[in-house]
Every structure is written in C-alpha cells, then in structure tokens.
C-alpha cells in the first residue's frame, strides 16, 4: 500500500474517532488494574494476623471484586482538544445560568439557603461518624484482651523458671478441655451442664455486642437453694449444695470468700478459678474479648457473677506477682461495661499497668482515652490516679517526665503529700498538706497511695518525686482542682462496689452511710436499684419449686430439699421429723406461703411476673425467721440425738475395776 493510502486511511480513523466523541459526552470511569503482587500482599497480612484475631473477627462474607474493564486506547491530540473546547463550552453555559443574589426572589433565596445548609449538615454528620469510627478504634485497642496473658501459671514459669514451678497441669490420664482463662486442676469435679448458657442480645452498627448469661430450670432451683443457704447463715447448707452443683458460681463465690475470711487463700483462688472455668464453659460461640466489643450489663442479675469472679481473681493473681495476667484481666473486666464500670476497672487498670511495666499502654491511654464524664472526667488526666501514673509512666520510659509530674501535683497536690508520708519522706513545707472536702476526690487520691506506694519507693524515683514536688511547692496556694468528681454530691455505687470489694479496710471510712449502714452478701455486694432477671424468682418458687399455690406433692418436695440442705447427710428419727414437719406446716397456714417464697404484689391479678421488680437475693423478714425456726429445730434435734448416743455409749462401756 503506498503512502497516500496509508495517509487516507489513517484519516478516515481519525474521523470516525471525532464522530464517535460528538455522538457521546459521557465519560468512561475504568476500574483500575491491580498489581498481582498486592493481591500476595493482602494473603500475608492475612497470614500474619494471630490467632487470637481470627478467632474475635466476625464471620463475613468474601468480598465481590468489581470487573475489570478494559482500558481503552489513548486519545489522540486532536481529539483532546476537542474535549477540552467542549468543557469549555459546557462551563460557559454552567456560568451562564448562576443567578445574582441581587436579582434573585424571596422564594430562590430560601431554596438556596436549604440547599447549603443540607450540604453543611451532611458534612457535620459526615464528619461526626468519622470521629465516633476513630473513637471506637481506640477504644477497641485499649479493650482488646491478648489471650496469651491471661495465663498465671506461664507467667510464673518466665518469672522463675518451669521447674520452679509446680506442675500440677498433668492430668493423671483425664483429659482436661483447654480453657483461655483458667487451668483446670486434676481434682476438679467433671463438668458437666448444669444450666448456664449465654445468649446474644444485639449487635451494633459499630459491631459492638451484648450479651447475657441464662439459667435454665435446673440451675434456677439450685439459684433458690443457694439463696436460702446464705438466708440460714449455714454453710454446711452450701458445701451441701456445692457436692451437688459443683459448678454453681454464686456459691462458689460465697464459698471462697468463706474460705478468705478463714485464712485459706489458696482454696479461696481455686473456687473463684472454678467460678471462671465455669462461666467459660457457658460463653456464646461469638463472644470473644480478644477485640473489645463483647458487652455484658451488669443490670441484669445473672451477669454480675462472672464481674466478681474476675475481680476476685485480680485480687488472688496480685497476691502471686502475677502483674501481667492481673494487667490483662483488668482490661477484660473494663471492656465489659467501659461506660458503666461497675466494679470501678479503670480505678485500678493504671496501678496493674505499671506494676506490669505496661509504661507505654499508660501514657497513650492518658492522652487518648476519653469518658463520657458521667462518673469519670472526661480526660484521663483529670483523674488522680492516671495524673501520677502517667508521669511514672513517661518516666520509666524515657527518665524525663517533669512536667508531666508538676502539672499532677499542682492538680492534687494532696497525693503527694500523702504518698511521702506514706513512705516515711514528709517534705520540710508542709503547706499544701491539706485535707480535702470532698470525698470522692479524696477517696480517689487515697485509693491510689494504698495501690502504687510500693512503686514510688526506688530511690531514683522517690528523688524524682521529691524534686519535682518542691519545685512548684511555692506554685500551690489553694488547688484549683478542675475535676469533674468534685461536681458529685455522693461516691457513685459503683466507686462504692469497688472501695467494698477492695478489703482495704482504711477506705470503708470514705463510705456514705447510706453504704456502710446497709447490709449485703458478698456474693452480690450493693445491686444496682434498676436490677433486672431473665425470670422471675416469686414465679419459679410457685410453680418450680411449691409455693402456697401449689400443692400436696410440690409442698412434700420443698420440706424434703430443705431437710436435706439442714442435715447435711444426718439421720433423724422418724418421730422427730414428723415433728418438724408439722411445726413448718403450721407455720405455713398461719403465714400463708412458704419460707423463702416472696408476696406477691397487690393488685398483680393478671398472674405475669414483673421481671423488673424482684431481685435475687430478696428474702423478707418473715422469711428469715420460717427458716431460722427449722434451723433451730433442726440443730435441736441433732443435738439430742448426739447426747442420746453419747449416753448409750457410756452405757455400753465396762465400769473401771
């Protein structure tokens, strides 16, 4: 072909290419090409993920690529120009029509004005749900729960060594099921279902899920035995229960706190291990704390066993050094209810961070976590206890942290006169060295002495502290100390929980009256007012376990499980139970209901329990007394069969030559 063709030709193109472009002013939007490389990328970072991550993420569905679209051939110059007339000539059309706001009506004006303020508005909704999604990230990355730490007995083994410590994992031929927050023991009982179960409530659009513990019928009877146990004041009433649910967790709860009081703190730790071990078994298949979005309401009655199981189990990991794993369970037990904080988590995380040498976790929580300042300030900072940690904290890790320290006691300057004076080093000018009148502060800064002076006794750093509080000693006239706790009237119930659980009894002198004048089981200690159940406990003593409804057979088997909780595997005679029998019959006519049954609430004629309105735990006056009575026939009646055994004993011996 010559060149003249070829040149016609490629002409004959170059027109139809402008026929083509004048015939369509869209443009086409191409998916851009992905590098196969990036695409092996994404697989490692998948691969690299733990295990602990890939256990809390939620199940999704694959992602759907987008098609690719093939792109097409380059333009020519010509036909850019083209374009670019084109644009042009749509901008000048596009200018043509913007009106002057001069010449504009009423009626234009206020659409406009609509329409700018709709812009402006989905703007600021646009740019709050950014902040709530980066809020939400760093919540979820000081909540999280690294499975790993949660292990006391690996702990101990980097701290001293795997033959130091004592090897009581083996199983001696039982397979123990592996368990993320406990080891089980060898002499455990089996376990086997008894009744809790977990149920999942919702999910968030923020994948934020609640959850809630359940007992069937099965463990309700045996919540109503435990109840009437800790009424009576008998622990043989317990351990008898407990030889039969092995794994009820309120009773293993009171039990162990029996055992703390007499002095037995190894067999208290393994009870509320047990506890643990036990709620584990009954988690939801999706609830996970690795991620920091399981939620549990610490309203609802059954939930509030497994808060004091891990707080207690805090406790009992201090007393080992076990720092780390306390560390940990500290944030699982605030990832919990992060907003409500019912046993006061955040009161405590700071002092485990640092005794775990968390110094980094410390600091960026400080500067970045923020409170909804219900019960808590709003920063961090404002807080006594995080004010100083964050200071020891920036210390530890990079020996400066001066100001952070100055700025901390010129806020609470009453901590640091208290922690020298706790350490035996009280400064020369003691003018700032005053009480305060407010007590919740003041129980704050208290709280965080008693925890972190061990902390502040390394001579390098109690010369720190030392140095820098007489720096701006002459700066402290009367503290302004901004802090949203001094705007309470009263220490919130859940500050009170904490101070209660902490047995420091120094604080309890911090407690309102309303507090310290009140009774209250430890297996529960202060419930929430607004407290709720999965069921009703008036209705469950009717119709589950006989009540003054129920009849004949009903009534036989509730004298008979009361019995057998008093006796504890006794004998009496035949006569003397008949006896007591007819003594807690009379008593039922005369009252009209059972002991440990609730009354009912007048005008409820519909015969539908208000889950709202009964707690558990609630036994009446009248209650008590019933059951003290058979108690007290009960013993009665032990003791005369002792003393009658005794003297047929004697009886039966040989007089001494």
């Known amino acids: 072909m010559s060149s003249r063709a070829l040149r016609r030709l490629q002409k004959k193109q170059e027109l139809e290419e402008l026929e083509g472009s004048d015939e369509s002013d869209q443009e086409i939007t191409t998916a851009p090409q992905q590098n196969l490389f990036d695409l092996l990328n994404e697989g490692n970072d ?9 256990e809390s993420a939620p199940e999704e569905e694959p992602a759907v690529s987008p098609p690719r679209v093939a792109s097409p051939p380059p333009p020519s110059n010509k036909t850019k120009s083209n374009n670019k007339k084109k644009n042009k000539k749509k901008n000048k059309k596009g200018k043509a029509k913007v009106t002057d706001v001069s010449e504009m009506t009423m009626e234009e004006l206020d659409q406009a004005l609509k329409e700018v303020a709709g812009d402006s508005s989905t703007a600021a909704a646009a740019t709050a749900d950014d902040n709530l999604e980066k809020n939400t990230h760093e919540r979820r990355e000081f909540l999280s729960v690294n499975y ?10 980097r701290m001293f060594g795997s033959r130091v410590v004592n090897k009581e994992s083996r199983t001696a031929g039982r397979v123990l099921k592996r368990s993320k927050m406990t080891t089980p023991k060898v002499d455990w009982p089996p376990y086997k279902k008894q009744g809790l179960s977990m149920e999942l409530l919702k999910t968030t659009s923020n994948q934020i899920s609640y959850f809630a513990f359940q007992h069937d019928d099965e463990y309700q009877d045996a919540q109503l035995e435990f109840l009437n146990g800790v009424a009576m004041h008998d622990p043989n009433a317990l351990m008898a229960l407990l030889a039969r649910h092995p794994y009820h967790i309120d009773c293993l709860l009171q039990v162990s706190e029996m055992a703390k009081q007499s002095g037995d703190w190894s067999v208290a730790g393994d009870f509320v291990e047990r506890a643990l071990y036990a709620c584990e078994r009954a988690f939801h298949p999706h609830f996970t704390f690795s991620s920091g979005t399981a939620r549990l309401s610490y309203q609802r009655s059954e939930n509030r066993s497994f808060f004091l199981a891990i707080f207690r189990h805090i406790q009992f990991l201090a007393r080992r050094g076990c720092w780390r794993t306390a560390f940990e369970f500290n944030k699982l037990l605030f990832s919990l209810d992060p907003e409500g904080d019912p046993l006061g988590a955040l009161l405590s995380l700071d002092s485990y961070a640092l005794s775990a040498r968390e110094y980094d976790f410390v600091v960026r929580m ?4 923020k409170n909804d300042g219900t019960m808590y300030p709003v920063d961090l900072t404002s807080m006594p206890n995080f004010a100083f940690s964050a200071a020891y904290a920036q210390y530890k890790l990079s020996s400066s942290g001066e100001e952070e320290l100055q700025q901390a006691v010129l806020k609470f300057p009453t ?4 922690m020298l004076e706790k350490l035996g080093e009280p400064l020369d000018d003691a003018s700032f060295m005053k009480s305060l009148p407010e007590p919740y502060l003041e129980l704050l800064e208290t709280l965080f002495v008693e925890r972190t002076h061990e902390l502040f006794k390394e001579p390098e750093v109690l010369a720190w502290f030392k140095k820098n509080a007489l720096a701006v000693s002459n700066q402290i006239k009367e503290a302004t100390r901004s802090l949203a706790c001094e ?3 009263a220490i919130p119930l859940s500050v009170s929980r904490h101070v209660v659980l902490t047995d420091i009894q120094t604080l309890l002198g911090f407690l309102p009256s309303s507090v310290t004048g009140s009774s209250y089981h430890m297996y529960d200690p202060l419930p929430p007012s607004d407290s709720i159940s999965g069921y009703d406990i008036n209705d469950r003593m009717r119709s589950g376990r006989g009540g003054a409804a129920a009849a004949g057979e009903g009534n036989g088997n509730f004298f008979e499980n009361i019995l057998e909780t008093l006796l504890a595997g006794r004998r009496l005679p035949a006569q003397r139970m008949h006896e007591i029998r007819q003594l807690i019959e009379r008593e039922m006519q005369q009252g009209g209901r059972l002991p440990g049954a609730f009354p009912e609430e007048e005008g409820d004629d519909d015969g539908q329990p208000d889950m709202d309105e009964h707690l558990l735990g609630a036994v009446t006056q009248e209650d008590l007394e019933v059951q003290q009575l058979l108690a007290d026939n009960v013993e009665q009646a032990l003791q005369e069969q002792q003393q009658q055994e005794q003297r047929h004993h004697q009886q039966q011996q040989p007089p001494n030559p």
């Open 46 to 54: 998948d691969d690299n993920d733990d295990e602990e991550a890939q």
């Open 148 to 157: 790993r730490h949660l292990d006391a007995e690996a702990e101990m083994k």
């Open 366 to 369: 400080a500067t970045t976590w």
């Open 415 to 418: 901590v640091c006169s208290k």
């Open 487 to 489: 705007q309470h009237g």
